[in-house]
């Protein structure tokens, strides 16, 4: 794959707190009397990024940097309140956000299965072709045909993981999927990694696993307070990160 995937170009995104703060019908009636603004939270502030296609990039920031904030834009899930948002159409994206891929709870994994294949633009004979080996990987024995409400975390996530690797997308975003699962569950997963980076899949993973992404990355972006603090080689980037433990010395420009 050649070209850029995204190209991201002063973007900012903001959430309104309303419901942290308004905990009762009073406090929002005072606010809107006395004509206050919102209170926001302002999850990336000006960032600017190129992703090229075959790039295995990672992000890394402590919680509340902005992370999964930056891989919803990318997966066009969340839209900017400012800022410019390029992705190219044309290359089939596979978002495991949160240890998801659009799954409902209230259907099997099967079903979830054909139902998130054809979010990512997949035939339902395609994924119907490609079931034996996802349940395998999954490991989700006569739990397959259950509804994904009754599924353990690590359920969840070995289809999540199967299904989205499986399919060979051209895009793989990935937040945080290592966080469940056991030792051997990992281990396919990081083969499976290899594979795809090694075929020129396009991936951006989001972990705090800094030697993880160091080991199967060839560039870190950090970010800290919504904007980008260091992009550049893994071994530079971590090494920066940890020495400022993870926060920006200064405000980042």
């Not at 400012?82 to 290359?91: K, L, P, S, W």
């Not at 075929?199 to 919504?226: I, K, N, P, Q």
Request: proline share 4%; net charge positive.
């Amino acid at each position: 794959m050649r070209g850029q995937v995204f190209r991201l170009e002063q973007v900012r995104v903001e959430f309104r707190l309303n419901a942290i703060h308004e905990r009762s019908l009073k406090h929002a009636l005072a606010r809107l009397l006395r004509r206050e603004p919102p209170p926001v939270h302002r999850a990336l502030d000006g960032v600017t990024l190129a992703v090229g296609g075959g790039e295995h990039v990672g992000v890394v920031g402590r919680n509340g940097a902005g992370k999964s904030t930056l891989l919803r834009v990318l997966a066009r899930v969340i839209t900017p309140q400012q800022g410019r948002v390029h992705v190219d159409r044309a290359c089939r994206v596979a978002p495991l956000l949160e240890l998801g891929i659009g799954f409902q709870p209230d259907l099997s994994g099967i079903e979830n299965c054909h139902l998130a294949g054809a979010l990512m633009g997949y035939s339902y004979r395609e994924i119907e072709e490609r079931l034996p080996g996802i349940l395998a990987f999954a490991e989700l024995g006569e739990f397959a045909r259950e509804p994904l409400r009754s599924y353990s975390s690590g359920m969840y996530a070995r289809l999540a993981f199967a299904l989205a690797t499986d399919i060979e997308p051209d895009v793989l975003l990935v937040d945080e999927v290592f966080g469940v699962g056991d030792e051997f569950f990992m281990r396919k997963c990081a083969d499976r990694f290899r594979r795809l980076m090694d075929a020129g899949t396009t991936t951006v993973l989001v972990s705090h696993d800094l030697e993880f992404l160091c080991r199967y990355c060839r560039r870190l972006v950090w970010l800290d307070r919504g904007r980008i603090v260091k992009d550049g080689g893994p071994d530079e980037v971590a090494t920066a990160y940890r020495a400022q433990g993870g926060h920006a010395a200064q405000p980042a420009a």
